[in-house]
T-cell receptor
Framework: KAGVTQTPRYLIKTRGQQVTLSCSPISGHRSVSWYQQTPGQGLQFLFEYFSETQRNKGNFPGRFSGRQFSNSRSEMNVSTLELGDSALYLC????????????FGNGTRLTVT | GDSVTQMEGPVTLSEEAFLTINCTYTATGYPSLFWYVQYPGEGLQLLLKATKADDKGSNKGFEATYRKETTSFHLEKGSVQVSDSAVYFCAPRGGSQGNLIFGKGTKLSVKP
């Protein structure tokens, strides 16, 4: 089975721009979660989608949004980028249920200048 | 809300030394517990899991036991190798929030 695929792998943007990151989950996984990883804050939960609906959301401003398509692929969007948005963004997919582990992609490294 | 506390790193060990990384959590309900490992430049990989009290998760020589009475899930390995050098994350899932809650991670360096 192919793993979780995130594109692009690296991205450089300037302040004020917007960005869209893409995630293709493992086949059969219908839940997709997004995390932001920074050296200072560690891993922080952004949101989770299941069946095209946002099920859970972390404490991030409204500039961070996401969506999920009928094939379970997901995108996240960050508008009006700030320097502090520079981070590794990780996508993870899983089956539903707290006992199901999340399977992570290798992430998208976003640098905002 | 739910939270997890991991021992602060970095941890530096010699090859074949014994490893313990402490992890305690607070969560409502009955979370499942996971350990993830992150190698440089990569995403997180599942190392092991336990879904109920007294369950022992194990993989690649690593072990952790779900201790409900002490709300702990300490990671152990009897003999570490240089290739075990990575950052390790403890993460409960479930409880009041449903998503994975990560600790700050413990960086392990193993010297030959």
């Amino acid at each position: 089975k192919a793993g979780v695929t995130q594109t692009p792998r690296y991205l450089i943007k300037t302040r004020g721009q917007q960005v869209t990151l893409s995630c293709s989950p493992i086949s059969g996984h219908r839940s997709v979660s997004w995390y932001q990883q920074t050296p200072g804050q560690g891993l922080q939960f952004l949101f989770e989608y299941f069946s095209e609906t946002q099920r859970n959301k972390g404490n991030f401003p409204g500039r961070f949004s996401g969506r999920q398509f009928s094939n379970s692929r997901s995108e996240m969007n960050v508008s009006t980028l700030e320097l502090g948005d520079s981070a590794l963004y990780l996508c993870a997919s899983s089956y539903v249920g707290s006992g199901s582990p999340l399977h992570f992609g290798n992430g998208t490294r976003l640098t905002v200048t | 809300g739910d939270s997890v506390t991991q021992m602060e790193g970095p941890v530096t060990l010699s090859e074949e030394a014994f490893l313990t990384i402490n992890c305690t959590y607070t969560a409502t309900g009955y979370p499942s517990l996971f350990w993830y490992v992150q190698y440089p430049g990569e995403g997180l990989q599942l190392l092991l899991k336990a879904t109920k009290a007294d369950d022992k998760g194990s993989n690649k020589g690593f072990e952790a036991t779900y201790r409900k009475e002490t709300t702990s899930f300490h990671l152990e390995k009897g003999s570490v190798q240089v290739s075990d050098s990575a950052v390790y994350f403890c993460a409960p899932r479930g409880g009041s929030q449903g998503n994975l809650i990560f600790g700050k991670g413990t960086k392990l360096s193993v010297k030959p």
